[in-house]
């Protein structure tokens, strides 16, 4: 799928993207921004957020004297240690803003999956047991682990485990020794672990999530308990901005009352829609066309352990017209 988010004909330092006069080296920095956009997504949870580091980054870059760009061997390497900085300062200030924001924070879900681009530093000697596949680091599941961590593991991590990034630059990166960013990276894994994140093939995924529609449209009670875990839990992001649930829903039993109860009030001109949400089989309900609810689910042993719900018009921008690859 296209960046649907990394939009063109943008104008960096007084030019316009894919017009004449560029300023020599524009096309090598603009070819690293979907590269760019990857690990602040994962760093953020944000794509609004991401992007505007990508941007403040560029900016930053095109603010240096020309003399001194050209003394920078890697535009690639000095713009991603910005956005990585960039992103460590955002995920401080983020804990602050969430804890006045109403009601749950999920983080923002994505139409198809995020363009993947290259993968990062080139393995930077990660041990591959310790390595997270890009398609694992985009799940739902996943950056939902990634909010536990502090902005220090979450940064150290992603660049580490999930883009190859040694630990000698990370820690020039974070402001900490190549060792500490070591212990980081252990106790982000710890929490990996601890949440039990599993991969689970997309056509498994997808059939499940397939039967989980068929039994919400049917009204099926019974069905939709076969199909949860007993401890399966939902989870609903309105951001004070749309109708939801505030407490997170336990349980097999109870999830199935609350979408049977969604299917008795579901207006008559709302479709349920199987779609691609971060990379994963996912259902939309649209209204008059529009994306006004995206759930996102993880599955372990042909059940659904979790049930994401966002809401938030604000986070569902992306979603209205049509996507590739989703």
């Not at 944000?46 to 020309?66: F, G, H, K, N």
């Amino acid at each position: 799928m296209v960046n649907s988010w990394s939009k063109p004909d943008k104008e960096v330092d007084g030019e316009m993207e894919g017009g004449a006069g560029r300023e020599p080296g524009l096309d090598q920095v603009l070819a690293e921004r979907r590269q760019l956009i990857n690990v602040a997504y994962r760093m953020l949870g944000s794509a609004t957020e991401a992007e505007d580091a990508v941007q403040e980054a560029i900016a930053r870059w095109y603010a240096l004297p020309v003399a001194e760009r050209e003394q920078i061997a890697s535009p690639g390497a000095w713009l991603t240690t910005v956005v990585s900085r960039i992103c460590l300062n955002l995920l401080g200030s983020a804990r602050v803003r969430r804890e006045a924001y109403v009601g749950e924070w999920i983080p923002e879900p994505l139409p198809g999956s995020i363009e993947q681009g290259v993968g990062g530093a080139g393995g930077g000697g990660v041990d591959p047991a310790d390595r997270v596949t890009l398609d694992e680091s985009i799940s739902m599941a996943f950056l939902v682990v990634l909010e536990t961590m502090t902005p220090a593991e979450r940064v150290t991590f992603i660049l580490h485990d999930v883009f190859g990034y040694p630990f000698a630059e990370v820690g020039e990166i974070v402001g900490r020794s190549a060792a500490a960013c070591r212990q980081l990276a252990v106790s982000a894994r710890r929490r990996v672990r601890a949440s039990q994140v599993r991969a689970v093939a997309s056509a498994q995924q997808a059939g499940i999530v397939r039967a989980f529609k068929t039994a919400w449209e049917a009204k099926d009670i019974d069905g939709l308990v076969g199909l949860l875990d007993p401890g399966a839990t939902a989870v609903a992001d309105g951001g004070g901005r749309a109708t939801t649930f505030v407490q997170p829903i336990e349980g097999a039993e109870q999830i199935a009352q609350a979408w049977f109860a969604i299917a008795n009030r579901r207006p008559s001109d709302m479709a349920f829609i199987e779609r691609t949400v971060n990379g994963q089989p996912g259902i939309v309900a649209e209204q008059g066309g529009v994306t006004v609810t995206v759930f996102a689910f993880a599955v372990a042993d042909d059940r659904i352990t979790d049930i994401w719900v966002v809401r938030n018009p604000e986070k569902l921008r992306l979603w209205t017209g049509p996507v590739s690859g989703s």
